[in-house]
């Protein structure tokens, strides 16, 4: 009533709730992923040092993922704008459960890259090549799993 | 009361929150067949490199697990309109339980997938042919189970 914004008044913290988890989440499993692969790397550089930076990929994989999850946050907040547009307990719904969404698939992504990336970055200095491109192909799915995620819980919203 | 969509006001709390679980949970199930499965493959391929991309079929299959909980959540996300039509606690309720299901069971196909890929992949190197037969049928099946999950729960809602 004082308030110069039309909709429901606690449709926002559903709404910045879901921008939050989507950060939250999605960096949890970058950061689990770029620790266990970072691991891997410096237990397999004691004997291989010149394999260490053909090594990194599991490592930047796992930060990439954060970087998804921040993308959404951004998103999730510029479309929380009650003046503008009228800001409604449905948005605020679809808002939480996308966010929700992409930070949780980003942390079972990150985990899952961290746990491969180990065991194939110490794998790898043991027999190159065919390995390398194993693990660089698990990366990439995971990786493209998350995307295709964002990018089609987002379509319903718009 | 002001907005303008009919319906219950807090029924797309649920159904949001049904396409989310869908996601998240078959995105856990299919981050952890692909870790578990991944780390086989890379103790294996350190023996056995000329296996290594046969020994691909579990990562692949616990993969697709995640893509099925998307197109679940997709289904149920594109279904919550309250402007199109009148959205109750009803149909809330029914997305939500569908989308549980859904995730659930492609979390339990995915650890199943992991925990048998894994065991699978290492057999593989030491005994060829009958066993890698038996490992694709057992992840095929275990596919195949998800499937009929999405499907069968899906016909009640509409």
Do not use: W
């Not at 709730?17 to 970072?38: E, P």
């Not at 930060?63 to 605020?92: C, E, H, Q, R």
């Not at 065919?130 to 698990?138: A, D, E, K, S």
């Amino acid at each position: 009533m004082a308030s110069t914004f039309s909709g429901d008044e606690t449709a926002p913290f559903f709404g910045f709730l879901g921008a939050a988890a989507a950060l939250v989440f999605s960096c949890m499993g970058a950061a689990y992923g770029t620790a266990k692969s970072g691991v891997g790397v410096a237990s397999m550089g004691v004997m291989r040092p010149e394999l260490v930076m053909k090594s990194i990929v599991p490592v930047v994989m796992a930060g990439v993922l954060g970087i998804y999850g921040l993308i959404i946050a951004v998103i999730i907040s510029t479309g929380i704008n009650p003046k503008a547009k009228s800001y409604y307990l449905f948005d605020g719904y679809a808002h939480l459960s996308s966010g929700l969404a992409c930070g949780l698939a980003g942390l079972s992504a990150g985990m899952a890259i961290g746990i491969v990336g180990d065991a194939g970055v110490r794998a790898n200095a043991q027999i190159e090549l065919l390995l390398g491109y194993l693990r660089i192909t698990i990366c990439l799915g995971l990786k493209d799993e998350c995307i295709l995620r964002i990018i089609i819980v987002f379509y319903p919203l718009n």
